[in-house]
């Protein structure tokens, strides 16, 4: 686990990709609970730790997870992440697209959510139990065959970047649910939350965090 901010209210975590962030019906141990032992070992803390989960990251994504250390900050961090006060950029690793550019493309459908098949789909027009779904790219780097976008959500909905670029003819790399022809080694998916920047919710003073690139030889070459 890597801590790469935290103080007395809240702790962000670079989650790896294949961590679960909270309990799920697989049993395996989340993310949670191993940053509770984290706390509880680092600051000697007797009996039960609080942390507050206030939001997740899909199983196979990596990055930027923020929790809450107070109940002060939970409530308060609930708020700005439903206000969109909460600014999380993501990089994702799709097939060769257009060239580089500064300018941002908008993406915008309506998503419908198979709860059965844990997948979201995507229309271009308000469709029976849609919910609208928006987000900007733009192409930030090459390599031969891959292009690395910089995504920033609108919207936050049920695997939203995975589905909207997959319906853009972009599916992530890795990503077999929406679309990509093969799984990545490790079973994860070339999608990160790179950084994340709000204003502290306790503290008032603004946090800007950003994540290392997974040790990956694509992710890495991208870096160069």
């Not at 098949?117 to 065959?145: C, F, M, T, W």
């Not at 679309?179 to 503290?203: C, Q, T, W, Y």
């Amino acid at each position: 686990m890597q801590v790469v901010y935290e103080d007395n209210h809240i702790i962000i975590v670079n989650k790896q990709s294949g961590e679960i962030v909270q309990g799920d019906k697989t049993g395996d141990t989340p993310l949670s609970e191993t940053v509770k032992q984290y706390i509880k070992e680092k600051y000697q803390k007797p009996g039960e730790v609080f942390l507050g989960v206030v939001h997740r990251l899909d199983r196979p994504v990596s990055g930027l997870v923020v929790f809450a250390r107070t109940s002060k900050a939970l409530a308060r961090l609930n708020k700005m992440f439903a206000e969109g006060e909460v600014h999380k950029t993501y990089w994702a690793i799709v097939p060769a697209s257009p060239e580089k550019t500064e300018d941002f493309c908008t993406l915008e459908n309506w998503l419908v959510r198979n709860e059965k098949q844990n997948k979201s789909y995507a229309y271009d027009h308000e469709v029976p139990h849609s919910k609208r779904a928006v987000l900007k790219y733009r192409v930030i780097g090459h390599s031969d065959r891959y292009s690395l976008l910089e995504v920033q959500l609108m919207t936050g909905r049920h695997h939203q970047i995975r589905c909207q670029l997959a319906k853009a003819g972009m599916p992530i790399k890795g990503d077999l649910k929406y679309g990509a022809p093969r799984s990545n080694p490790d079973g994860s998916i070339s999608l990160m939350a790179k950084k994340v920047e709000f204003v502290h919710p306790v503290s008032k003073l603004p946090i800007s965090v950003e994540a290392p690139l997974p040790e990956n030889q694509l992710w890495q070459a991208f870096h160069q």
